[in-house]
């Protein structure tokens, strides 16, 4: 099962927070339906600026626990060479996840339908 280490922000990028979650759109939805879960609201952690997906449960767990005991520092020298501007990369990650999904298809032309043929 797929697991994501992520490290979201607020807009002023004051606070840097990492998680472990399965399933990181529903986490990003969570952090928007409680603005007020960790901070007030001036601070409330809205942008994702930093996401892994790894594959392993058991390395997806210390390697949460290695980024959680990182230093501000440590946490930004792993952002700024894959998000130098700090861009929130949720949109992103919902247009990839909506490429997913099986566009609906029209459905066929009727067989009953002769072709005319001049």
């Avoid at 994501?4 to 952090?31: A, E, M, Q």
């Avoid at 007020?36 to 594959?55: G, K």
């Avoid at 020298?77 to 247009?95: C, E, F, H, Q, S």
Wanted: positive net charge.
């Amino acid at each position: 099962m797929k697991r994501f280490i992520y490290i979201i922000t607020d807009r002023n990028r004051n606070n840097l927070h990492v998680g472990l979650c399965s399933d990181l759109l529903k986490t990003l939805d969570f952090y928007r339906q409680m603005p007020t879960l960790f901070f007030d609201n001036a601070n409330q952690l809205n942008r994702l600026v930093y996401f892994e997906e790894i594959s392993n449960e058991e390395l997806a767990m210390e390697r949460f626990k290695t980024v959680s005991t990182f230093t501000r520092p440590q946490k930004e020298k792993m952002i700024r060479p894959v998000n130098p501007d700090w861009v929130d990369l949720t949109a992103g990650l919902k247009y990839e996840s909506g490429l997913r999904v099986r566009p609906q298809l029209r459905p066929s032309v009727s067989s009953s339908r002769k072709m005319v043929t001049f």
